[in-house]
């Protein structure tokens, strides 16, 4: 709770104080450190992925081997 | 596994690409902000989905000279991947759009020149359903494909530089490659890419794969 009051002002203070010269980038998120929480979910769903893959890759040999053995 | 290295390798550079995409240093823009990351993961799809018909092309001209359905399955396996990449491609770039240009689609000549390609491409896969006979589909469908390929070429790469568009590196607009495109970025971007597309012959292969054992079913 009191993480998340701190970032609400964190993000309230940069938005105040930011000026019109600077663009508005994740900052607040990056200090926060939070950015790795969408890393992690991400590669999450890409790891899933890549092992789907190599899964179907398993099944489609087998079925490629039992074809030639028939 | 021996001849799996290539797909860890595009595993590896996925998750290089997720991790120095989302963290890695990117130059500070107004309006573009943090979606700048985008160019690691919208931009990629379209090279792989032009990658991905060009190899469809080629198998289809191999065909031609051959008449080897292992080679039309390729080509038509390629177009289909291809076609996926170009519909994620789509999704993204509208995405981006709507929080960049404020719109999820304009009229830009970029964005219908990609959209009537992918009709093109969709047309393929009808014409290749309605042909009963093997090799006559093989034949019909790959001189369409080769003309489909050009006309594509012709929608998404020549066209936008003629006219005014709304996109980067058409009209009168910089590419990311000009300026905005900077050091820290290429590194990210370069893998990327090749990330992607590796992806893409993944998929391919085993389309293939399942084409050929499903045309063994007697």
Redesign the interface.
């Given at each position: 709770m009191k993480a998340f009051f701190f970032l609400l002002l964190n993000v309230l203070i940069s938005g105040l104080y930011a000026g019109d010269n600077d663009p508005d980038m994740a900052d607040a998120l990056r200090a926060d450190g939070k950015i790795w929480v969408v890393i992690i979910v991400a590669l999450l769903i890409l790891v899933g992925l890549f092992l789907y893959l190599f899964m179907l890759e398993r099944r489609l040999r087998k079925l490629e081997k039992d074809k030639k053995g028939s | 596994m021996k001849n799996?290295w290539w797909?860890i390798l595009c595993?590896l550079l996925?998750?290089y690409t997720?991790?120095a995409g989302?963290?890695g240093e990117v130059p500070?823009?107004?309006i573009?902000?943090?979606t700048i990351r985008n160019l690691y993961f919208h931009v990629p799809m379209w090279f792989t989905m032009i990658f991905l018909f060009g190899v469809s092309t080629v198998y289809s001209i191999l065909y031609l000279r051959s008449s080897d359905l292992q080679h039309d399955r390729i080509a038509s396996a390629a177009a289909n991947v291809g076609l996926v990449f170009g519909i994620l491609g789509t999704l993204t770039g509208s995405i981006w759009a709507k929080y960049t240009w404020g719109a999820w689609w304009t009229n830009d000549v970029k964005l219908n020149g990609a959209a009537v390609s992918i009709i093109i491409y969709i047309a393929y896969l009808i014409l290749r359903g309605s042909v009963e006979d093997e090799f006559k589909k093989g034949r019909v469908s790959a001189v369409y494909n080769i003309f489909a390929f050009v006309m594509m070429l012709v929608l998404v790469m020549v066209m936008p530089r003629i006219y005014d568009s709304l996109h980067p590196g058409n009209g009168g607009n910089p590419a990311f490659n000009q300026y905005d495109l900077d050091r820290n970025m290429r590194y990210v971007f370069y893998p990327a890419v090749a990330g992607w597309i590796l992806l893409g012959i993944?998929?391919l292969s085993?389309r293939t794969?399942?084409a050929k054992?499903e045309s063994?079913i007697p």
């Amino acid at each position: 709770m009191k993480a998340f009051f701190f970032l609400l002002l964190n993000v309230l203070i940069s938005g105040l104080y930011a000026g019109d010269n600077d663009p508005d980038m994740a900052d607040a998120l990056r200090a926060d450190g939070k950015i790795w929480v969408v890393i992690i979910v991400a590669l999450l769903i890409l790891v899933g992925l890549f092992l789907y893959l190599f899964m179907l890759e398993r099944r489609l040999r087998k079925l490629e081997k039992d074809k030639k053995g028939s | 596994m021996k001849n799996s290295w290539w797909k860890i390798l595009c595993a590896l550079l996925l998750v290089y690409t997720f991790i120095a995409g989302f963290d890695g240093e990117v130059p500070a823009r107004f309006i573009l902000n943090e979606t700048i990351r985008n160019l690691y993961f919208h931009v990629p799809m379209w090279f792989t989905m032009i990658f991905l018909f060009g190899v469809s092309t080629v198998y289809s001209i191999l065909y031609l000279r051959s008449s080897d359905l292992q080679h039309d399955r390729i080509a038509s396996a390629a177009a289909n991947v291809g076609l996926v990449f170009g519909i994620l491609g789509t999704l993204t770039g509208s995405i981006w759009a709507k929080y960049t240009w404020g719109a999820w689609w304009t009229n830009d000549v970029k964005l219908n020149g990609a959209a009537v390609s992918i009709i093109i491409y969709i047309a393929y896969l009808i014409l290749r359903g309605s042909v009963e006979d093997e090799f006559k589909k093989g034949r019909v469908s790959a001189v369409y494909n080769i003309f489909a390929f050009v006309m594509m070429l012709v929608l998404v790469m020549v066209m936008p530089r003629i006219y005014d568009s709304l996109h980067p590196g058409n009209g009168g607009n910089p590419a990311f490659n000009q300026y905005d495109l900077d050091r820290n970025m290429r590194y990210v971007f370069y893998p990327a890419v090749a990330g992607w597309i590796l992806l893409g012959i993944w998929i391919l292969s085993l389309r293939t794969r399942i084409a050929k054992l499903e045309s063994q079913i007697p």
